[in-house]
Nanobody
Framework: QVHLVASGGGSVEAGGSLRLSCAAPGYDFRGHCMGWFRQEPGKEREGVAYIDTNGATTYADSVKGRFTISQDNAKITLYLQMNSLKPEDTAVYYC????????????????????WGQGTQVTVSS
């Protein structure tokens, strides 16, 4: 079982930036779709951003133009750069991964992801 470790959350004012990181000690993400999800208390978990095996990215409409998902060249660490943060971005953010065939489009359904991090809190104040 792969255990992902997420970090980088915190509290910022609206308009600020944060960068989240996600890694799995001793493991790399080659051959995986990787994604960031978020969840507010009492609400469904929602997908934020995804990156496939070719490096192609997909974003939720609510974060397009503000968030950027990326990986380092060794595909050891997954990032989520969050700029122009809004109070509605406040949530616990989770990284997740699933092994896929080369060239597969990343699924947006969180139930299809196999590996999950523990979550990191992001709080944006107005």
């Amino acid at each position: 079982q792969v255990h992902l470790v997420a970090s980088g959350g915190g509290s910022v004012e609206a308009g600020g930036s944060l960068r989240l990181s996600c890694a799995a000690p001793g493991y790399d993400f080659r051959g995986h779709c990787m994604g960031w999800f978020r969840q507010e208390p009492g609400k469904e978990r929602e997908g934020v951003a995804y990156i496939d095996t070719n490096g192609a990215t997909t974003y939720a409409d609510s974060v397009k133009g503000r968030f950027t998902i990326s990986q380092d060249n060794a595909k050891i660490t997954l990032y989520l750069q969050m700029n122009s943060l809004k109070p509605e971005d406040t949530a616990v953010y989770y990284c997740a991964g699933r092994f896929v065939s080369a060239g597969s489009v990343c699924a947006t359904d969180s139930d299809t992801y196999t590996y999950w991090g523990q979550g990191t809190q992001v709080t944006v104040s107005s």
